[in-house]
């Protein structure tokens, strides 16, 4: 099935369908059928910018764009003035990395570039310095192996230190991995340019809690993972979900141990925002 999506389109229930279907909240889309697009994307910008941005009025996706930099550069880079892309790759220099580095200034580069060196080394390498580039190289050891980074001539020394310092840090991490206090770990965090984001489990906010968990979210993941949190001899497993549902927003479902359950069982967190669940014995039914 073929939807239009052009301003002057009707939003019909093929549309809510085709948004339900993708887990976008078909119900709030009902109350717009026989309005026009446009009409519907003013009042729905997320769902919007991510599947129609080309209907979405300038000044809304400019004003939407500042709080929800990462979403707005994936679907409507190329509608954004200089000034608003800017302000956007600053607050989320990986997305900006990913899908609108060709129109990032040289400045604006090398600042997403310190903020996010895995990123600029996977979709910006060629525009790197070769200083930025051996810098980013030095903190993404991984990236190493098999690589052959374009240096100045006379630069095998600084390429030498760069392989050191690379090697010490991979020991560095698997010590910490295979380290015992790694497993009794309270919080998860993932640091960023001014910002992190981290998930906490901690004393229990909510009555009849033996623990709770708080996930603050900001923009500075790139991917899913799994880890394990313990708190006063509680612990649960995490299963972090990144981008969930290909919106800019982070989900964690949590596992307590046997004899427990988790209320609500997952939390969907947008970015700058912070949402708490909490562990609670079984009962049975």
């Known amino acids: 099935m ?3 999506w052009s301003p002057d389109a009707i939003f019909t229930p093929a549309h809510a369908r085709f948004l339900g279907d993708r887990g976008l909240r078909p119900e709030s889309c009902v109350g717009y059928i026989g309005a026009t697009i446009v009409a519907w994307a003013s009042l729905e910008p997320d769902d919007a910018i991510h599947f129609a941005p080309d209907v979405v009025p300038d000044a809304i996706l400019h004003a939407y764009a500042i709080h929800r930099p990462g979403l707005t550069m994936k679907s409507a ?3 954004l003035p200089a000034d608003v892309l800017d302000a956007c790759a600053a607050r989320a220099p990986g997305f900006a990395l990913k899908y609108a580095v060709d129109k990032l200034t040289a400045e604006r580069l090398d ?3 310190a903020a996010e060196p895995g990123y600029a080394i996977f979709y910006a390498e060629d525009r ?3 200083n930025r580039l051996a810098w980013c190289l030095a903190q993404m ?3 190493l192996t098999g690589r052959a980074p374009r240096f100045p001539p006379g630069a095998a020394v600084a390429w030498a230190l760069v392989m050191t310092m690379a090697a010490v840090a991979v020991i560095a991490l698997l010590w910490l991995l ?11 965090s993932w640091p960023g340019a001014g910002q992190e984001s981290h998930v906490t489990l901690h004393a229990p906010t909510a009555p009849d809690a033996v623990a709770s968990v708080t996930f603050h979210n900001e923009e500075v993941h790139s991917a899913d993972e ?3 949190l313990t708190w006063q001899g509680i612990a649960v497993t995490v299963e972090f979900d990144w981008n969930h549902n290909d919106i800019a927003a982070e989900r964690i479902t949590v596992y307590p141990p046997q004899g427990y359950i988790a209320v609500p069982p997952r939390l969907t967190v947008d970015e ?3 949402q708490t669940l909490h562990i609670m014995k079984w009962e049975g039914m």
């Open 226 to 228: 799994t880890f394990a």
């Open 141 to 143: 050891p991984e990236v």
């Open 77 to 79: 880079a190329d509608r």
């Open 178 to 188: 295979s380290s015992p206090a790694d497993a009794a770990e309270a919080s998860r």
């Open 111 to 113: 600042a997403c570039a």
């Open 2 to 4: 073929t939807l239009n």
């Open 128 to 130: 790197l310095t070769p």
């Open 272 to 274: 700058g925002e912070a």
